[in-house]
């Protein structure tokens, strides 16, 4: 986030995607490796993951 921050309008939005979809698959790490958090929480923060970088990708640009 703080990267994005230091970035113009596109390029913030590429580089919040980007960190949701890596964060996506550290959920799957966790899921998989069935450690640190319960598996069933590491299905919802992916799916959730992806889902707001599908919403950081869609929303309409100022």
């Known amino acids: 986030m703080l ?3 230091a970035l113009d309008g596109e390029q913030a939005r590429l580089v ?4 949701w979809l890596a964060h996506a698959g550290w959920d799957v ?5 069935d450690m640190i ?3 069933w ?3 919802f923060c992916g ?3 992806v889902l707001l970088a599908a ?3 869609t929303l309409p640009t100022s």
């Open 3 to 5: 990267v994005a921050l």
């Open 55 to 57: 919403v950081v990708l």
């Open 37 to 39: 958090v319960p598996r």
């Open 47 to 49: 799916v959730l993951d």
């Open 16 to 19: 919040l995607a980007a960190g």
């Open 41 to 43: 929480y590491a299905e």
């Open 29 to 33: 790490a966790h899921h998989r490796a």
